[in-house]
């Protein structure tokens, strides 16, 4: 007698449970139907606010989802003319009765609105919905060149989220539908708008100050350079032949043979994260939450916590956490392309048939390269070694570097600018970095990687044809 009431509390919180986590599944599938919805309608309706924006209305948002449902009820319910709607408008906004023979229309009606007026007012689900599309988003307002009406725009929505009696009349009834005003969820809106206000405008965010000297004395890309070279920031090689590959490395260098190439530039030093936020803020394609999945392994640039800030402190340090598209991007957005793989061997070796091109021998390679024995486990600011003797900072060590080839064994016909082979599944990284042994640094060491590989010793620096 006296377990049964442990027991109906058992019982009863059993049943708590199995409620608690139906509800769950309900809400889990619904948000899972509005994802897909928005997923299907994701381009036309951005492409209506921008237009809208564009065009000045005062609510373009209101606009493009007036447009947007009228979209999704002609797909799923079948309607060719917005006033069959207004029956359902008119039961669910003051109660006035439906006709029978439009009772299960409206049905299906009233649940396309329910299952939208849920799934945004749960912040979680519409933000994930969001950040999905923004990369779009930027695209279409870049393509439209939207920027500033988009800015007005978000500006009146901060506005309205911050005082509800700052909004126009139907911009007070919409936000008041969605998110009851309630602070939770007027914080999600906020953090969203606030976040593209600063991708739109990247140039005004605040960036950490770098001495116009210290650009200059390590890598010379500064203005004042440009005066010497025609090319700031560059070397000509000329042209030439040399021994490529090693009789003694690793079969993929074998074997040795003599590559003629003709004449090219390459940069001093390794693309630094200073000279690819600048890239990143005039252009949004490169940016972290914008670059296309499709070309990287989901850790693209990592090691930065937004779009335009670096890691604090690694302006001048090497970029890493960055594909092979992305470099190739990079460098194609500059005027410029990756080497090839010879090229890099050529520029490396400057004239220097031994392992190193380092004046002495590996005993003198601590004063060239940053490695696992000096390193201290970490990546070091690009140019404090040595250069070698054609004057290039970090050819060996700190960071691996992507050049164009794909991986391959070298062929033995051309030995005139090679380009290695024409179709593979990997590229090539030359060069070695901090974490590696001595011996990954030598000038005919190769490695492959997917192109779409990101990593926390790669990096890449940039040649062009004169």
């Not at 500064?222 to 005066?227: E, G, L, N, P, T």
């Not at 025609?230 to 000509?236: N, Q, V």
């Not at 970090?394 to 290695?420: C, M, S, T």
Request: aromatic share 12%.
């Amino acid at each position: 007698m006296r377990k049964l009431p442990l027991k109906r509390r058992y019982y009863g919180k059993i049943f708590l449970l199995f409620g608690l986590l139906f509800s769950v599944q309900l809400v889990w599938a619904a948000a899972l139907d509005f994802q897909k919805m928005a997923l299907d309608f994701q381009q036309s309706a951005i492409s209506d606010f921008v237009g809208f924006a564009t065009k000045g209305e005062r609510y373009p948002l209101i606009h493009t989802i007036s447009e947007l449902r009228f979209r999704v009820f002609s797909e799923k319910l079948g309607i060719n003319r917005k006033l069959e709607t207004k029956a359902c408008s008119q039961h669910r906004a003051y109660g006035v009765a439906v006709p029978t023979t439009q009772k299960k229309f409206c049905e299906d009606y009233d649940a396309l609105v329910e299952l939208a007026k849920t799934s945004i007012a749960q912040t979680s689900f519409f933000e994930k919905i969001y950040l999905a599309a923004e990369p779009a988003l930027l695209n279409e307002i870049e393509r439209q060149r939207a920027r500033d009406a988009v800015r007005v725009w978000i500006r009146q929505k901060l506005n309205c989220l911050n005082e509800k009696y700052r909004c126009g009349r139907d911009e007070r009834k919409m936000i008041k539908r969605v998110t009851n005003f309630e602070t939770d969820i007027l914080k999600t809106y906020l953090r969203i708008l606030k976040n593209l206000d600063k991708k739109l405008f990247p140039e005004e965010q605040t960036a950490t100050f770098i001495k116009t000297k210290d650009l200059e004395t390590l890598c010379g890309f500064v203005d004042a350079v440009s005066q010497n070279t025609p090319k700031p920031g560059m070397l000509l090689i000329d042209t030439g032949k040399f021994k490529m590959g090693s009789s003694e490395g690793l079969p993929a260098e074998h074997p040795v043979r003599e590559v003629q190439l003709d004449e090219f530039w390459i940069d001093k030093c390794e693309v630094t994260n200073y000279q690819y936020l600048r890239i990143a803020a005039q252009h949004p394609f490169l940016r972290k939450s914008t670059f296309p999945r499709k070309f990287h392994d989901g850790n693209y640039l990592r090691n930065w916590s937004d779009d335009l800030v670096p890691e604090i402190g690694s302006e001048l340090k090497p970029v890493i956490q960055v594909s092979w598209y992305a470099a190739r991007h990079y460098c194609n957005y500059v005027g410029k392309r990756l080497a090839s793989e010879a090229e890099w061997e050529m520029a490396a070796r400057a004239g220097i048939e031994s392992e190193y091109s380092v004046e002495g021998g590996i005993e003198f390679l601590q004063d060239y390269g940053w490695f696992r024995e000096n390193s201290g486990g970490i990546i070091h600011a690009t140019g404090q070694k040595t250069s070698n003797p054609n004057g290039l900072f970090d050819i060996h060590g700190n960071v691996w570097e992507w050049v164009y080839d794909w991986f391959g064994i070298y062929p033995g016909l051309k030995r005139a600018n090679p380009q290695g082979p024409e179709i593979g599944k990997y590229r090539i990284l030359r060069g070695g970095s901090w974490s590696d042994p001595a011996e990954y640094l030598r000038s005919a060491m190769r490695r492959d990687a997917l192109p779409t590989s990101t990593y926390n010793n790669v990096g890449f620096r940039c040649a062009s044809k004169k």
